[in-house]
């Protein structure tokens, strides 16, 4: 098959998808773009009937978008349905990180629908990672930083999906290039939705991308809440989630606990060991005047407040996942 690189539609992941299938490809027109492609056979246009097909190329990686490989980390914030807290603790990782004189970007990957910009107060309806991932599968992946929003100093935001349907855009491979595009200057932190099954899914997934980035990440933290349906949930995520990974997960949060759950810390520590092999590793307080606060002010606990106990638990957990980092920043001005 001979394209012209710059035809609508034609990105990076439908090349690889392609040539996945065993369709050899070749590009006319603008090497460069072809190249960004990862099209291996680029005739000259006079020359196009005198190819040689031979065997179909092997599928390329996604190109390399620095010169370096990337020297960051990323770190991914999961947890079952149910709202225990994910976002919340992605964005206190996030803002940990920053206050520590490292740029961060906090990513919205939940394919059910983002709600960090909401969080942190960014009303632009224009969403970042759908931008991020059609100019990173164009080929222009420089173009990645331009669609962050500065949200706290040194911590940058990649606004997720406005709407739950709009899930087929973040094409994996162009997803997969956005997240290395930043982490050659940002440290990075994603927030991804609860589903990681398949669903016997003919063609793609919804929940594909969750997965990989689950799969790729140097850092999962998983994120439950304290109470029976909570902890029923975690328990059968970190079961399910077994499965996925093919090293357990950094850490283990409980998060929302309450005295009036009747149950403590070790109580609740004990049932999850004693069901999955996993002590969770973090005790979140349920603090409803904190968490209010930061929400209706549009900013992150941290800057909420600094002292309180929820807030210094996570930067305890943060330090921990990035211990040993160099500085890539000077420390944020107060």
Do not use: K
């Amino acid at each position: 098959m001979v394209v012209d690189p710059s035809l609508p539609g034609l990105d990076l992941d439908v090349v690889r998808e392609l040539m996945a299938t065993g369709v050899a490809v070749a590009a006319c027109g603008d090497p460069e773009a072809a190249a960004a492609l990862g099209i291996v056979r680029r005739p000259a246009a006079a020359h196009l009937g005198e190819v040689d097909w031979g065997q179909p190329a092997p599928v390329p990686p996604p190109p390399p978008v620095v010169d370096a490989l990337p020297t960051s980390r990323s770190i991914v914030v999961w947890g079952p349905a149910g709202a225990p807290g994910r976002s919340t603790v992605a964005i206190s990782i996030a803002a940990t990180v920053a206050a520590a004189g490292r740029r961060v970007a906090l990513v919205d990957a939940d394919v059910a629908g983002g709600s960090l910009a909401q969080q942190l107060g960014v009303l632009d309806d224009l969403s970042g990672v759908l931008a991020a991932c059609r100019a990173a599968g164009n080929g222009r992946a420089h173009e990645v930083p331009d669609h962050l929003v500065e949200v706290e100093p040194w911590l940058d935001l990649l606004t997720g999906l406005p709407r739950a349907d709009l899930w087929p855009h973040l094409r994996i491979g162009a997803f997969t290039t956005v997240v290395d595009r930043l982490r050659a200057d940002h440290e990075v932190v994603l927030d991804v939705g609860s589903g990681i099954d398949l669903d016997g899914a003919v063609g793609r997934s919804r929940h594909a991308l969750t997965r990989h980035l689950l799969e790729n990440a140097d850092e999962v933290v998983v994120v439950g809440r304290a109470d029976p349906v909570g902890l029923t949930r975690l328990v059968h995520g970190l079961l399910e989630l077994a499965d996925v990974l093919t090293t357990p997960p950094s850490a283990v949060v409980v998060n929302q606990v309450r005295p009036g759950l009747g149950w403590t810390e070790r109580e609740i520590a004990e049932t999850v060991r004693r069901l999955t092999g996993r002590v969770p590793d973090v005790f979140l307080p349920l603090d409803h005047a904190l968490l209010d606060a930061a929400a209706m002010l549009g900013r992150s606990p941290r800057t909420s407040a600094p002292t309180s106990s929820f807030v210094r638990r996570l930067d305890d957990l943060a330090t921990s996942l990035t211990r040993g980092r160099a500085v890539i920043a000077s420390p944020p001005p107060e």
